[in-house]
């Protein structure tokens, strides 16, 4: 196990909804990153936080947006949701200085109707 | 051109076989490559960074050819446990971020 939790795990939303996914890195870990997972895609970079400032964002809408906390967890915002919108949610926490190593979260399945 | 190009496969192979994997990425200002393993309805996994000097672990031997922006992926001895997706992945540190291809998927029949 990588330490890194999600929730929830599933979650059915209508369109024009939003919904708020959470992350709690692995201790010690400082930097998370978000990324969408598209059925028979790889995963895309959302955005990538540090110490609670955006660095970093993948080529996605301002509806999609996020925060980190002190406690370097983090959550995931997406207003007006879209059918496309449906796809595992996946974040990632690493160190700021070992960006290559990060560590996945089981992911939150997200169905948009 | 996708950043980052994969066969998607499946690969079919049985038990015992060796198979291979090849990848391409655009972006000549990659710094760090990695293959990651996902299983279905699970989380990727990193199953091994790759090196310019090639790198083994165990069955596994992950190799980098800078010039030709091409990495592969060889598995030997292959266990049913090996089927999953395969993902690599590409690291630019300019970014920061890691750029996933689609996967290749790899089905390893008794």
Redesign the interface.
Known sequence: ETGVTQSPTHLIKTRGQQVTLRCSSQSGHNTVSWYQQALGQGPQFIFQYYREEENGRGNFPPRFSGLQFPNYSSELNVNALELDDSALYLCASSLRDIQETQYFGPGTRLLVL | RKE?EQD?GPFNVPEGATVAFNCTYSNSASQ?F?WYRQDCR?????LM?VYSSGNEDGRFTAQLNRASQYISLLIRDSKLSDSATY?CVV?D?N?????????TRLQVFP
Do not use: R
Not at chain 2, 42 to 46: I, R, Y
Not at chain 2, 97 to 102: N, R, V
């Open positions: 980052v998607p760090s990695f699970k989380e990727p996994k990193l960074s993902l690291n540190l970014t920061d971020k890691l750029i996933f291809g689609t996967g």
